[in-house]
């Protein structure tokens, strides 16, 4: 989680996780939820199973997506998640 930067999922990665940045790149593989502040994008190389929350995605040609878009949510995940991390923080 890392919601004030740019994340980028390399050609060869395969991320199965939640994912929370400011943008979010997806050359690789990726399977769970990608939450991003201000845009994903998928390459043609980019796979992704599972949720997408954001306000601007953009899907290229060749890119897989198999999953759910909502970008109303946005605001609220980053909320808790921003939450979680000063809890993370704060306990070490």
Request: aromatic share 4%.
């Amino acid at each position: 989680m890392v919601p004030d930067h740019g994340l980028a999922i390399g050609k060869y990665g395969n991320v199965s996780s939640e994912v929370l940045a400011r943008t979010v790149t997806v050359l690789g593989k990726v399977t769970g939820k990608l939450t991003a502040t201000e845009r994903v994008e998928l390459l043609p190389s980019g796979e992704v199973e599972g949720r997408i929350v954001t306000a601007s995605l953009i899907i290229d040609e060749g890119a897989y997506f198999k999953g759910v878009v909502d970008p109303t949510l946005r605001d609220t995940v980053l909320a808790v998640s921003r939450h979680r991390l000063k809890q993370e923080t704060d306990d070490t």
